[in-house]
Antibody, heavy 127, light 107 residues
């Protein structure tokens, strides 16, 4: 059974750097999946932050691209999120998730969906 | 970015009711559409991918339809555990945007 677990500080100072790690168990980060970060500000909807493949190829939300880095650590079977120059607007529950590959047989297309999620970690930006 | 708009934003229904939730994309995403269920304080759960394919273990009372820009999630007969927020997400192109969610409440 695949499980993901977020870890990191729950409180970050304004203008500081938010750093989170997602530990993966029951699967390898080498597998044919993308590994993703999603966040949810209090009382609001989900925001896709970005994703990374085991090759190191990554894609980010343009709204965060200048501040975000996602890396994969194959030796520890985990991936990480770094968000710089944080403000109160970055206060949210941060989720890591596996973007699994699903094959649509009829048309021969590959689909990706977030099928395994961590429990989420609340990060507050405050002095 | 592709904008995803859900309607209604909330609805009230009773156990046993049939409900449908709409999700509209700002441009064609063919069938690159996922549906999730989220309960308070919990991570989202994948229900449907590729617009209409049920994820393993999801009850058959859930179904998805649509293509292009218009999609629907239908629950044929609401169970008590179905009262939650439902979100759509496009997987056509990054950023893989979500709808704002539809909260299904007990009438």
């Amino acid at each position: 059974q695949v499980q993901l677990q977020e870890s990191g500080p729950g409180l970050v100072k304004p203008s500081g750097t938010l750093s989170l790690t997602c530990g993966v168990s029951g699967a390898s980060v080498f597998s044919s999946n993308w590994w993703s970060w999603v966040r949810q500000p209090p009382g609001k909807g989900l925001e896709w932050i970005g994703e990374i493949y085991h090759s190191g190829s990554s894609t980010y939300n343009p709204s965060l691209q200048s501040r975000v880095t996602i890396l994969v650590d194959k030796s520890r079977n985990q991936f990480s999120l770094k968000l710089t120059s944080v403000t109160a607007a970055d206060t949210a529950v941060y989720y890591c998730a596996r973007s699994n590959e699903f094959w649509e047989v009829v048309v021969g297309a590959t689909h990706y969906a977030l099928d395994v999620w961590g429990q989420g970690i609340t990060v507050t930006v405050s002095s | 970015d592709i904008q995803m708009t859900q309607s209604p934003s909330s609805l009230s229904a009773s156990v046993g009711d049939r409900i449908s939730i709409s999700c509209r994309a700002s441009q064609s995403i063919t069938n690159y559409l996922n549906w999730y269920q989220q309960k308070p304080g919990r991570a989202p759960k994948l229900l449907i991918y590729a617009a209409s394919t049920l994820q393993n273990g999801v009850p058959s009372r859930f179904s998805g339809s649509g293509s292009g820009t218009e999609f629907n999630l239908t629950i044929s007969s609401l169970h008590p555990e179905d009262f939650a927020t439902y979100l759509c997400q496009q997987s056509y192109s990054p950023p893989r945007t979500f709808g704002q969610g539809t909260m299904v409440q007990i009438k």
